[in-house]
């Protein structure tokens, strides 16, 4: 019986998810960042804004979590908040030129344990595995953001 590729790709991505991934990020600037730090400056932007509810709903937590992940972002110097000139009730997020370039230099994924982790396979595994990635990670950039995420330019509504 053959396999779903589907449902290998989502077994498998988050076990080396959490097996690769750092607990803590250079900022690009001396600093340290938490992986969560890291990851909300990796969903913004400095041209296309995106709202605190954007952002939380992209990585899956409350709102009120994600406002005091941003405070602390907006405190160090990483993310500026601004009113929206159309609805002054909506406040937009955008990286400053020090989020972007965290969010530039910074890695999610520990460099350290993808050696290990390299070195531990057959010579053929590895060769194999890393065209695979190599080809999910063009095949993703030909696919493009997923709608309506943060960072994505969202069509405004029209009037009437």
Request: no cysteine; aromatic share 0%; proline share 6%.
């Amino acid at each position: 019986m053959r396999r779903d590729p589907v449902r290998q790709l989502l077994a498998a991505y988050p076990v080396l998810h959490h097996a690769l991934r750092q607990r803590v990020v250079d900022d690009g600037a001396g600093g340290q960042l938490s992986v969560h730090q890291a990851t909300a400056l990796s969903h913004l932007d400095r041209v296309h804004a995106s709202t605190l509810s954007d952002l939380a709903r992209a990585m899956g937590v409350a709102l009120p979590t994600m406002s005091l992940l941003v405070d602390r972002l907006a405190k160090a110097g990483m993310v500026r908040r601004e009113r929206d000139d159309d609805d002054r009730r909506r406040v937009a997020l955008r990286l400053t030129p020090a989020g972007e370039r965290a969010a530039r230099t910074k890695a999610l994924i520990d460099p350290d344990r993808v050696r290990l982790l390299l070195a531990s396979m057959a010579p053929a595994d590895r060769s194999s595995s890393i065209a695979g990635v190599v080809s999910l990670a063009q095949a993703a950039r030909r696919l493009g953001p997923v709608p309506n995420s943060p960072g994505t330019p969202r069509k405004r509504k029209g009037i009437g």
